[in-house]
């Protein structure tokens, strides 16, 4: 499923447990570093994401009450050749992209649930 935000997407790369009952793990490359404007931001590591992004709904995954979406950035630019699904087959260690991606976010899930 494909997802999308008309505004610019506030996110953070600071690693925490959830602080509500609901997270999103955002896979991307393409977010902007906002603290070179404003350098007290950078307690936050804040970024942002542009407007009009896209997302592919990779996995939803809980722990105990604790739900985390797991979700791929898809750059505008790059909608062409998601499509066609040809940029993606990439594979490492007999896994595809995708599911090196939820196996990474599933593991840090756990460890900052554990914080």
Same mark, same amino acid.
């Given at each position: 499923? /494909? +997802?999308?935000?008309?505004?610019?997407?506030?996110?953070?790369?600071?690693?925490?447990?959830?602080?509500?009952? /609901?997270?999103?793990?955002?896979?991307?490359?393409?977010?902007?570093?906002?603290?070179?404007?404003?350098?007290?931001? @950078?307690?936050?590591?804040?970024?942002?994401?542009?407007?009009?992004?896209?997302?592919?709904?990779?996995?939803?995954?809980?722990?105990?009450?604790?739900?985390?979406?797991?979700?791929?950035?898809?750059? +505008?630019?790059?909608?062409?050749?998601?499509?066609?699904?040809?940029?993606?087959?990439?594979? @490492?260690?007999?896994?595809?992209?995708?599911?090196? +991606?939820?196996?990474?976010?599933?593991?840090?899930?756990?460890?900052?649930?554990?914080?």
């Amino acid at each position: 499923m /494909l +997802v999308g935000d008309d505004n610019f997407l506030s996110v953070t790369r600071e690693r925490m447990k959830p602080i509500l009952n /609901l997270r999103y793990l955002i896979a991307s490359s393409k977010v902007a570093d906002v603290t070179v404007f404003n350098s007290e931001l @950078e307690k936050y590591h804040m970024r942002i994401i542009n407007k009009n992004a896209l997302f592919l709904v990779l996995d939803v995954q809980q722990i105990e009450e604790t739900i985390q979406v797991v979700l791929l950035h898809i750059p +505008v630019r790059a909608m062409g050749n998601f499509a066609k699904r040809q940029s993606f087959k990439y594979a @490492e260690n007999g896994k595809d992209f995708y599911t090196q +991606v939820k196996i990474r976010a599933w593991k840090d899930f756990e460890e900052c649930m554990q914080m």
